[in-house]
């Protein structure tokens, strides 16, 4: 059995592609109002985006100087 190590460093920089991918995925999304749950997901989206981008600005805050 094999394991990966990945440092800290590394996984904050996935975490942080990830979570940027998923904004611009939130961002593309065409609502479909003729959807019966429409509303909730748009406002789901919108909270998730919300947290990913606070979420994004820590990352950004406590990555080490460049």
Known sequence: ???SKT???AAAKQM???LERLVEAIDRRVPHLERLNEAKIAREAADLRRRAVKLIRELKAAAPPR
């Open 16 to 18: 942080l592609a990830d």
């Open 1 to 3: 059995m094999t394991t």
């Open 7 to 9: 440092t800290p460093v």
